[in-house]
């Protein structure tokens, strides 16, 4: 299995960037993903996620109304993009894939994650 993040980049404040996560090895509609962000010195923390389907999109408080997630999975690819990006965003921004998660619903906590992609690396400029 792997997932490749890529998208990552440096942009000033109120920016945007997309940021892309291609599956390969798995049955990828069987799997809610996530994305997932840890800045320096800081815990992991879920960012967002879509459901199997892509129906359903999560999201953390913070970037509610400024982070889009999408799902393609006839070409096993998830995707987030994120619109007026604040310093507070820069991080290393993951992909994650769950095969427990439901139909319906996904997880907010990295443990329960099977697969990770390598990470790209977000700085938000200010």
């Known amino acids: 299995v792997q997932l490749q993040a890529s998208g990552g980049g440096v942009v000033q404040t109120g920016g945007s960037l997309r940021l892309s996560c291609a599956a390969s090895g798995l049955a990828f509609g069987n799997f809610g993903m996530g994305w997932f962000r840890q800045a320096p010195g800081k815990e992991r923390e879920f960012v967002a996620g879509?459901?199997?389907?892509?129906?359903?999109?999560y999201y953390a408080d913070s970037v509610k109304g400024r982070f889009t997630v999408s799902r393609d999975n006839a070409k096993n690819t998830v995707s987030l993009s994120m619109n007026s990006l604040k310093p507070e965003d820069t991080a290393v921004y993951s992909c994650?894939?769950?095969?427990?998660?439901?139909?319906?619903?996904?997880?907010?906590?990295?443990?329960?994650?099977?697969?990770w992609g390598q990470g790209t690396q977000v700085t938000v400029s200010s």
């Open positions: 994650a894939a769950d095969r427990r998660s439901s139909t319906q619903t996904i997880s907010r906590y990295a443990g329960e994650y099977e697969y």
């Open positions: 879509i459901n199997r389907v892509g129906t359903r999109p």
